[in-house]
């Protein structure tokens, strides 16, 4: 199984209230992290990031109009 998400997912997750089991809390009960043991408890997992300098250029040159500079 493959999967594709922002990396702030791995100290960040802003929808967290929509998550069953959290409604009307006021931090996490349940996290990705829980529904991923539940469902698949030896899961191992591999996260591939980019370079941050080069993520941080990227976000820079589009936030100013210009093109990714991975374009």
């Avoid at 990227?58 to 936030?63: F, G, I, R, W, Y």
Wanted: proline share 7%.
């Amino acid at each position: 199984m493959s999967g594709d998400g922002t990396s702030s997912y791995l100290w960040s997750f802003d929808p967290w209230h929509k998550v069953t089991g959290n409604e009307g809390e006021s931090a996490p009960v349940q996290t990705p992290a829980d529904f991923i043991y539940k469902l698949t408890p030896l899961a191992k997992l591999v996260f591939v990031l980019r370079n941050p300098t080069e993520r941080l250029l990227d976000l820079c040159l589009v936030a100013h109009g210009g093109t990714s500079a991975t374009d």
